[in-house]
């Protein structure tokens, strides 16, 4: 750990020559506190909860609009998730190697979900803990850049237990997404409930937002259990309601 501090410490002052770039973003963990495999603290400075959930597409879209009617000052009462593929935002143009930019959209916004970036079952296990590093260390930046945050939670089968949930501070708002394959798929709702109820043992959440539905005898365990359980339509369930009601 002081290994990591240091080589950290080392990166976020002045370059040690002409040229060198912090490619790693190791300037996001300035003044961090390093849990578990080195994963960042990602404090929760979301004060309230989100009326309205949009997708990064979403909210890109929208601040399109604004700025090419030069409306610099616009302000959208919506947080924004990242429960899409990952195609969409991650990647050379993405919301890590684009931080910058990332910011100048959220900063029009009621605040955000730190990033889903994917770990799936058959991912390596080092990829699988380096998108949960990204999820916090970007989630802790944008938190010390003026942007209400509150984190996504994501697991995969109990061998990610040991460090899925780090970083994430207890007796908190958590949020969580059920679009794609889990729980929706009934090969997958077993290891998506265990998760859920270790989740639930570990963080001790006050209140769990899911992105998708909540229609689960899982999530009524929870709400017996004192839990607030607020759901929002995604972004596909949106459309479908408002093709329901053409």
Same mark, same amino acid.
């Given at each position: 750990m002081?290994? @990591?501090?240091?080589?950290i410490n080392q990166l976020t002052k002045s370059?040690?020559?002409?040229?060198?770039?912090?490619?790693?973003?190791?300037?996001?963990?300035?003044?961090?506190?390093?849990c578990q495999h080195d994963i960042p603290f990602c404090p929760t400075t979301a004060t309230q909860l989100p009326k309205e959930i949009i997708t990064w597409e979403e909210a890109k879209a929208i601040y399109k609009k604004h700025i090419s009617n030069k409306d610099y000052e616009f302000r959208h009462n919506?947080?924004?998730? /990242?429960y899409i593929d990952d195609q969409k935002f991650d990647g050379i143009r993405g919301i890590w190697h684009d931080y910058k930019q990332t910011l100048k959209v959220l900063l029009h916004f009621a605040g955000t979900i730190t990033p889903d970036f994917s770990t799936y079952q058959d991912f390596p296990y080092p990829i699988k803990i380096y998108a949960t590093y990204r999820m916090r260390l970007l989630g802790y930046w944008?938190?010390?850049?003026?942007?209400?945050?509150?984190? =996504? @939670?994501?697991?995969?089968?109990?061998?990610?237990?040991?460090y899925c949930f780090v970083?994430?501070?207890?007796?908190?708002?958590?949020?969580?997404?059920?679009?794609?394959?889990?729980?929706?798929?009934?090969?997958?709702?077993?290891? /998506?409930?265990?998760?859920?109820?270790?989740?639930?043992? @570990?963080?001790?959440p006050h209140t769990i937002i899911v992105y998708g539905s909540a =229609?689960?005898?899982?999530?009524d365990r929870l709400r017996k259990q004192g839990i607030n359980i607020l759901? /929002?339509?995604?972004?596909?369930?949106?459309?479908?309601?408002?093709?329901k009601n053409v």
């Open positions: 002081k290994k @990591v501090l240091s080589v370059q040690p020559r002409n040229g060198c770039r912090d490619i790693w973003n190791a300037h996001m963990a300035k003044g961090a506190r390093f919506a947080f924004v998730c /990242f944008l938190g010390l850049n003026g942007i209400a945050v509150i984190n =996504n @939670v994501r697991w995969g089968d109990e061998s990610t237990y040991s970083g994430i501070p207890q007796n908190s708002i958590i949020a969580i997404g059920t679009v794609g394959g889990s729980p929706r798929e009934i090969i997958n709702r077993n290891r /998506f409930e265990k998760g859920l109820f270790k989740m639930v043992e @570990v963080l001790k =229609n689960y005898d899982c999530f759901p /929002f339509d995604s972004q596909t369930n949106k459309h479908f309601k408002r093709y």
